[in-house]
């Protein structure tokens, strides 16, 4: 009989799976058929195995059952997102190893992967019943360690106690923060110090930082805050409802009118404020990745006019063809420009640095291919899906829209979301300021963890005032959503025995069958994979000791944290550092990954180049600077992520099995 895994080793592999299946599930969307297979929402055919019975699994449980969302019509699903999601995936969006940079979209894509993996651990293992000792009051926030214990804590009485009734209770009584209990007040520290963590780690040290803000900053620009607030403060709520839907939604064009009276089907209508909005955003990017183009085919050394045809020739291409040109660059390896010219009527001979010129350019053409794509599906496709997706939305929510109008200050809400955006966006681009004015050999100045922490704490009093004003007057609302949160958190119970106190949670309800997994593999595989869980096991335990003890250092405010707690981020750059890139040259011969330097040196050059607006690259050195020491920032104290390619081989199928047997024998719950 097969030596049963210890409750470590149980952790380790739940936690790799889940890790890998989520990505996995994520990436599949880059891909017509991962939609058509979804399964509910999107099909009504309840003996269709999803495909992605991760996802789907959440999506039942948390996202059909919203207030308001539960209630939208079946083409919200089925026709309206449905077919979003496939013209996304039809327009075959860029790779990151395409490019040679770690793009945007690569980079909030594993920022969802590691979130979701983590929802996916507490459905399908559960949260072991480990109710605190601690009475309410015997917390400190400016203790770490009370810190921590809070946040564990207020999950367990989350999920298996009344703390959801005390909480809904609480914020009807008071928009005061000290008003809760010492547990909720220290689990509170907990939360901002983690959302600080995000938005640093986003903004600050990831290389698409500079890029994000831009596209914050410019929707931000453009969105008629004054006009939003006039309508908002209309007291008849089916008035102002219907001003907002004009405002936003509204288009005036001939197309618009033929279709209507119905002369015409499916004619262009034009684009309304919304769709105006993402249009000019994407257009500044494609203006400013233009001129780059342009600078690069008129530069010294640059290679042929032919080359450089057959460098944009290449994005037309077939899918299959792109993915056969990828797996042969990788398996050779190979730069992919080179391959491109070696498949096309140009000539293939480049210099080592006309060989980084056509991969930059290679680059641009795949961000201009992608923004036209988006703009394309969002702003110009008829029928306009985005559109009618909106309005049925807003149909569905239409009695929560009635409640909120009347209990809380709609105008003064919009206000404050708009002073925290104004001063995200001012405090993050002090740091862009400061170091474009650094002097050579000076070190730029950089923003800490506790920066953004305090921006948090000053703007999240509003969120505790909107809370309250709709908890005190919308008695009814609040109820939808107390029984919603109630439904939420029966997912993450389980119904094995509690632990002993001291004792490691394993699994959860997932212990019994990762067993029975591992039983059935061969002596010799069985070892590989022990071995994998070990070392992923010691890696978890230094992980949570790294992110405590940064944690640590934000809560005693002693000096700037340049890399903030949560194993989530860890895990986040786990998934960046994994992704593979094109080798730069013919020379260097390897393929490169997204943790080398010089892929999030790329990344940050052409990130800075994309802000300034004008396809000039600026000061390369300064940018590099700042990815040295942001790297530097990232990786210390932090464990390396051991190898588990062995045990995600032989487990990872039958583990996704698993999971699509839970969801058939659990009905989609929902």
């Known amino acids: 009989m097969a030596e049963s895994l210890s409750p470590s080793q149980a952790q380790a592999l739940f936690d790799i799976l889940t890790h890998h299946e989520t990505y996995n599930e994520v990436q599949a969307f880059e891909y017509p058929n991962a939609i058509s297979s979804y399964g509910p929402p999107f099909q009504d055919d309840d003996g269709l195995v999803s495909t992605s019975p991760l996802l789907q699994g959440l999506l039942s449980r948390f996202v059909l059952t919203l207030p308001g969302l539960k209630n939208v019509s079946s083409d919200f699903w089925n026709h309206r997102v449905l077919e979003l999601l496939k013209k996304f995936a039809v327009a075959e969006l860029s790779q990151s190893y395409d490019r040679g940079i770690l793009s945007l979209r690569k980079t909030l894509a594993t920022a969802c992967s590691a979130l979701i993996e983590y929802l996916g651990r507490g459905v399908f293992g559960g949260l072991p019943k480990q109710l605190p000792e601690k009475k309410q009051t015997e917390y400190d926030t400016s203790k770490p360690q009370d810190a921590i214990d809070a946040w564990n804590d207020f999950l367990q009485l989350l999920v298996y106690d009344d703390m959801i009734d005390e909480l809904f209770d609480k914020a009807k009584e008071t928009d005061s923060l000290e008003g809760h209990s010492h547990l909720v007040q220290a689990a509170h520290e907990h939360l901002v110090i983690s959302l600080a963590s995000f938005a640093h780690y986003i903004l600050v040290l990831n290389p698409e930082g500079q890029s994000l803000l831009t596209v914050i900053e410019n929707v931000h620009k453009l969105v008629p805050y004054t006009i939003m607030r006039q309508t908002l403060k209309v007291g008849n709520v089916a008035t102002m409802v219907s001003g907002m839907m004009k405002l936003l939604l509204a288009k005036m064009s001939m197309g618009s009118l033929t279709n209507w009276i119905g002369w015409s089907a499916d004619a262009d209508e034009g684009m309304n404020l919304l769709q105006t909005i993402v249009s000019q955003v994407i257009g500044w990017d494609v203006k400013a990745l233009k001129a780059r183009a342009t600078k690069l085919e008129k530069s010294k050394d ?73 703009a394309n599906v969002l702003c110009h496709h008829q029928p306009d899906h985005l559109t009618q997706a909106i309005r049925d939305g807003v149909s569905a929510y239409d009695p929560l829209i009635r409640q909120i109008h009347n209990a809380v200050d709609l105008s003064g809400t919009l206000s404050d979301f708009e002073a925290f955006l104004t001063d995200l966006i001012k405090i993050t681009k002090s740091q862009t300021t400061s170091g474009s004015s650094t002097k050579q050999g000076d070190k730029p100045s ?201 045990t995600v081989e032989l487990l990872g199928g039958k583990f996704r099995d698993v999971l699509a047997g839970v969801g058939r024998r659990e009905g989609d719950v929902g």
């Not at 010691?538 to 002693?558: E, F, G, K, M, P």
Request: a negative charge.
């Open 302 to 374: 640059a290679p042929s006019k032919e080359q450089f045809e057959a460098l944009r020739e290449y994005l037309s291409r077939s899918r299959e063809e792109h993915e056969q040109c990828r797996a042969q660059s990788q398996q050779q390896p190979l730069p992919l420009v080179g391959l491109i010219l070696a498949t096309s009527a140009a000539s293939a001979e480049l210099s080592e640095e006309q060989e980084k010129l056509a991969l930059e350019y290679v680059n641009i053409q795949f961000a201009i291919h992608d923004r036209e794509a988006i």
């Open 446 to 646: 950089s923003l800490s963890v506790e920066d953004y922490a305090s921006l948090i704490r000053k703007h999240i009093k509003s969120s505790h005032k909107f809370l309250h004003q709709v908890a005190k007057n919308g008695p009814e609302i609040t109820q939808w959503f107390r029984d919603y949160a109630h439904h939420a958190a029966s997912h993450f119970r389980t119904r094995d025995p509690a632990p002993k106190p001291g004792d490691h949670p394993a699994a959860g309800s997932m212990t019994t069958t990762l067993q029975s997994l591992v039983s059935q593999l061969s002596a010799q595989d069985r070892t590989a994979v022990l071995s994998e869980l070990d070392a992923r096991a010691s890696y978890l335990q230094a992980l949570a000791q790294a992110s405590d003890a940064r944690l640590s250092a934000v809560i005693a405010n002693t000096s700037a944290t340049s890399f903030g707690p949560g194993t989530y981020l860890a895990r986040w750059q786990a998934l960046l550092d994994a992704t593979p890139i094109t080798p730069l040259t013919t020379r260097s011969g390897t393929v490169r990954y997204g943790r080398d330097l010089d892929v999030k040196e790329a990344s940050k050059v052409y990130e800075a180049m994309k802000a300034a607006g004008h396809g000039k690259v600026g000061d390369e050195e300064q940018e590099k600077v700042a990815v040295e020491r942001a790297d530097g920032a990232v990786r210390s104290g932090q464990p390396e992520v051991p190898p588990v390619a062995r």
